[in-house]
């Protein structure tokens, strides 16, 4: 008997898929809001690391399971 592929076994439903591949409008509008707090001298670090962290997470996802 044939075993299935690992990488089938793991695939993103396409409800959870539809989601995730949905947040691009969100993470543009965080990145504009935080390029305008860059501007007006807010100190942004801690927040934009989170929302590449977000960014690079949804990429794999995407690519590995979707």
Request: hydrophobic share 40%.
């Given at each position: 008997m044939a075993t299935p592929k690992?990488?089938?076994?793991f695939?993103?439903?396409?409800?959870?898929?539809?989601?995730?591949?949905g947040m691009?409008?969100?993470?543009e509008k965080a990145k504009h809001?935080?390029?305008t707090?860059?501007?007006?001298?807010?100190?942004?670090?801690v927040v934009e690391d989170k929302l590449n962290w977000a960014i690079?997470?949804?990429d794999i996802l995407l690519k590995e399971f979707g």
């Open positions: 690992p990488k089938d076994a695939k993103l439903p396409p409800e959870a898929k539809a989601k995730i591949m691009l409008p969100d993470i809001g935080l390029d707090m860059k501007k007006l001298g807010m100190d942004v670090k690079e997470t949804r």
